[in-house]
């Protein structure tokens, strides 16, 4: 049986996507080749990266505005440096928001490269809520944030206004609601939580913020030479790029981002709803902040735990206990969990209830 996965990363995908995928490494579009032995030089499959790029662009609303597209190896993790690499000046600065375990880890690698002012942290408070009213340096290179918190289960709601280019690591909230994304100067994401399977990392970018460190960067770490190569460089990571091109395709089947922000706001409502109201439950982040991507909750009493435990197993859901840096459970309500599993985990809630009165 399929289980409902709240898994935060690798995740679920669409349903629609894995059969696609299964197929595509038996028989890639008839070729009578398997996806995994294809050349990435392969008309096939420049087309799919074509189609990827495109796709992305399209999604997000900036077609024609002068941003690249590349689909890179080495996680979300890489960017952390990649970004100070080719942006953080010599003898520059960067401004940096503290929000979490990801955003830290962004921090200490931007250090490498120059002054890492943090305007502002929530780490005091286990970061449990997303800072507000800071102020961003106007002579900083740019200005760091990560827009959903997926260990914490808080998520930025507005952006600041600034006139610094906006980076953001939006690895676990990508394309899962509307956002003005011509704000930013370069966005990305690991695929794994809400695009694809794990291998590949989104990266877009306004071009003209390239070249202007005075630094020489090496091939494999400098955008340019990525966008110049248009995303091909060195072998992309192929089965990745396909699956992630096949999610970004459902996504735009199923009415793009603007239909897809309306489910993941009715699953979000559904289970903060059963939180606030269940006197077993209490949710960890600050209400204003919650996450629409990843719910983070506690029962309230863990002598509660075994029998919860066993019985949303029974319920086949999997992938619920949260991080160790915050405990109790994690639901990971991504773009292609379905209303009805996010139904399943409310009714073992609800069973529970009724099983303690
Ligand atoms: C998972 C995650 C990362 C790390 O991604 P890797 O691809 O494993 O390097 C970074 N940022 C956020 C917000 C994440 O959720």
Redesign the pocket.
């Given at each position: 049986m399929k289980k409902h996965n709240f898994s935060?990363?690798p995740s679920i995908l669409p349903q629609e996507v894995f059969d696609k995928a299964a197929q595509a490494v038996l028989n890639f579009n008839n070729s009578g080749l398997s996806i995994l032995e294809i050349s990435h030089r392969s008309k096939d499959f420049v087309a799919v990266m074509d189609e990827a790029r495109a796709l992305v662009l399209e999604l997000m609303g900036l077609t024609g505005k002068g941003y690249q597209v590349l689909f890179l190896g080495?996680?979300?993790?890489?960017?952390?440096a990649r970004i100070p690499y080719n942006l953080l000046k010599d003898g520059g600065k960067a401004a940096y928001l503290d929000t979490?375990t990801?955003?830290a880890?962004?921090i200490k690698e931007a250090k490498f490269f120059g002054e890492t002012v943090i305007v502002a942290s929530s780490k005091a408070d286990n970061y449990n809520n997303i800072p507000k009213g800071y102020a961003i340096p106007a002579d900083a290179d740019y200005f760091h944030c990560?827009?959903?918190?997926?260990?914490f289960g808080t998520q930025i709601q507005e952006f600041p206004e600034t006139d610094i280019p906006l980076v953001c690591?939006?690895?676990?909230d990508i394309f899962s609601r509307q956002i003005d994304f011509s704000k930013f100067g370069l966005i990305y994401?690991?695929?794994?939580?809400n695009m694809g399977p794990?291998g590949a990392?989104l990266v877009v970018i306004k071009e003209e913020l390239l070249g202007k460190t005075g630094r020489t960067i090496p091939s494999m770490l400098d955008y340019k030479q990525h966008v110049d190569k248009e995303s091909m460089y060195n072998t992309p990571p192929v089965f990745a790029v396909y699956t992630s091109y096949l999610t970004l395709q459902w996504l735009k089947d199923n009415g793009g981002i603007e239909a897809a922000e309306k489910r993941n706001s009715a699953k979000a409502e559904l289970l903060y709803d059963e939180i606030d109201r269940n006197p077993l439950f209490v949710g960890t982040a600050k209400t204003e902040d919650r996450s629409k991507m990843n719910v983070c909750f506690l029962l309230k009493n863990e002598e509660h735990t075994e029998q919860f435990d066993k019985m949303w197993k029974a319920a086949g859901i999997s992938g619920l206990p949260g991080h160790r840096s915050v405990g109790g459970y994690r639901a990971s309500i991504y773009n292609a969990m379905p209303i009805e599993s996010v139904q399943v985990l409310v009714d073992v809630m609800q069973e529970l209830e009724k099983s303690i009165q």
């Amino acid at each position: 049986m399929k289980k409902h996965n709240f898994s935060a990363g690798p995740s679920i995908l669409p349903q629609e996507v894995f059969d696609k995928a299964a197929q595509a490494v038996l028989n890639f579009n008839n070729s009578g080749l398997s996806i995994l032995e294809i050349s990435h030089r392969s008309k096939d499959f420049v087309a799919v990266m074509d189609e990827a790029r495109a796709l992305v662009l399209e999604l997000m609303g900036l077609t024609g505005k002068g941003y690249q597209v590349l689909f890179l190896g080495g996680g979300a993790s890489l960017e952390f440096a990649r970004i100070p690499y080719n942006l953080l000046k010599d003898g520059g600065k960067a401004a940096y928001l503290d929000t979490g375990t990801w955003a830290a880890a962004a921090i200490k690698e931007a250090k490498f490269f120059g002054e890492t002012v943090i305007v502002a942290s929530s780490k005091a408070d286990n970061y449990n809520n997303i800072p507000k009213g800071y102020a961003i340096p106007a002579d900083a290179d740019y200005f760091h944030c990560t827009s959903n918190n997926t260990i914490f289960g808080t998520q930025i709601q507005e952006f600041p206004e600034t006139d610094i280019p906006l980076v953001c690591d939006m690895s676990s909230d990508i394309f899962s609601r509307q956002i003005d994304f011509s704000k930013f100067g370069l966005i990305y994401a690991g695929a794994q939580k809400n695009m694809g399977p794990a291998g590949a990392t989104l990266v877009v970018i306004k071009e003209e913020l390239l070249g202007k460190t005075g630094r020489t960067i090496p091939s494999m770490l400098d955008y340019k030479q990525h966008v110049d190569k248009e995303s091909m460089y060195n072998t992309p990571p192929v089965f990745a790029v396909y699956t992630s091109y096949l999610t970004l395709q459902w996504l735009k089947d199923n009415g793009g981002i603007e239909a897809a922000e309306k489910r993941n706001s009715a699953k979000a409502e559904l289970l903060y709803d059963e939180i606030d109201r269940n006197p077993l439950f209490v949710g960890t982040a600050k209400t204003e902040d919650r996450s629409k991507m990843n719910v983070c909750f506690l029962l309230k009493n863990e002598e509660h735990t075994e029998q919860f435990d066993k019985m949303w197993k029974a319920a086949g859901i999997s992938g619920l206990p949260g991080h160790r840096s915050v405990g109790g459970y994690r639901a990971s309500i991504y773009n292609a969990m379905p209303i009805e599993s996010v139904q399943v985990l409310v009714d073992v809630m609800q069973e529970l209830e009724k099983s303690i009165q």
